[in-house]
């Protein structure tokens, strides 16, 4: 079951708002954090073998957010370390309707500086089941995202299949220059990890014909949030897949005290569950578990053992907000 996962992306610092908002504060609360180090941290966790594609600066900071890595046990041997920018964000944990504020400060991070000939790609795809990437990394500069291309043209290349999350953050970049980018990205996924809006906005599809506009895609996940008050969210999933069926569970209410990382465990336990044979429905059943328990752990990472999760699973299944619909069965 042991599977070797790659992932490129920027790991960060991230600064918790001590008060109600960023402004103020006069403390803040540090640990690190970047979307596909959580990833790969949860899979790590869950048993796989990982390898993480990024850069660091070559100082303390730079050393503490590699050490919080290896303490996770992500594979960190192809880290590229130098420079002196690191990518930092400050947030505010935000209350009821209003989610956590984010304001980034990345600019010529170490990270921003890595090009398309940064990796060694024989070298870091050696061995690997799944590559994993989202499109945060398209928005850091141009040069991060012409590696990112590089990297998921690669890795079909070497018939290893991409999984990519679209991410979209509008502190970052706006829908009209994400837009081109992100829709030829999915062009290039088997995995599509996706919220509803994603299939308009970005994909401009819609589910009837997303499989057959996106010919390289094997399963589309669609994932979608609804905020129910300040300490309580509900969340659907539903997965479209090649063979032509389509599978959903029951939304499911889930209280929530930590508004960050939840997609990213939710893709970790999503891609553990599908490399270990899971059935489709099961696969979203964990998946969902994950993204749920995440919201009631504090920082950034879930990163737990499986039984964990499959404990958490009938929880959220006792707190069913809602059941299929019509729409849903077919």
């Known amino acids: 079951m042991r599977k070797k996962i790659v992932a490129y992306g920027e790991i960060l610092l991230r600064l918790s708002a001590t008060a109600d908002t960023i402004r103020e504060s006069r403390a803040f609360a540090a640990c690190y954090g970047g979307t596909e180090s959580n990833v790969l941290a949860c899979l790590t966790a869950l048993g796989h073998e990982t390898e993480y594609l990024s850069a660091l600066p070559d100082n303390p900071l730079g050393a503490a957010a590699l050490d919080h890595l290896n303490r996770l046990r992500v594979g960190t041997s192809h880290v590229k370390v130098g420079g002196s920018g690191m990518g930092m964000y400050f947030t505010e944990s935000g209350k009821a309707s209003r989610g956590a504020n984010v304001v980034y400060a990345r600019k010529h991070s170490a990270f921003t500086e890595l090009d398309e000939n940064s990796f060694d790609c024989a070298e870091v795809f050696g061995g690997a089941a ?14 991060s995202c012409a590696l990112a291309f590089r990297l998921m043209e690669e890795a ?14 509008p502190a970052l970049w706006s829908v009209d220059e ?14 599509l990890l996706a919220g509803s809006r ?43 897949v090649r063979e032509g069926s389509r599978t959903c569970i029951p939304e499911f209410s889930f209280p929530v005290s930590e508004k960050i990382g939840g997609g990213d465990a939710f893709n970790g336990g999503f891609l553990h569950a599908m490399l270990s044979g899971a059935k489709n ?33 009938p929880v959220t299944e006792g707190n069913s907000a809602a059941h299929d619909t019509e729409a849903d069965r077919s």
């Open 130 to 143: 799944l590559f994993h990437v989202s499109g945060i990394s398209f928005a850091l500069s141009p040069s």
């Open 156 to 169: 079909g290349k070497k018939g290893i299949p991409v999984s990519f999350d679209f991410n979209y953050r």
């Open 178 to 191: 994400a837009r081109p980018k992100l829709k030829k990205a999915a062009s290039l996924a088997n995995i």
């Open 198 to 240: 994603d299939l308009e906005t970005f994909m401009q599809t819609d589910e009837a014909h997303a499989l057959s506009d996106y010919p390289l895609a094997e399963r589309i996940v669609l994932r979608d949030r609804k905020v129910l008050s300040e300490k309580e969210h509900s969340v659907r999933v539903a997965m479209l």
């Open 281 to 313: 429905e099961d696969i979203l059943r964990f998946a969902a578990a994950a993204f749920a328990l995440k919201h009631t752990v504090g920082g950034d990472v879930l990163a737990v053992p499986e039984q964990k999760i499959i404990d958490y699973i």
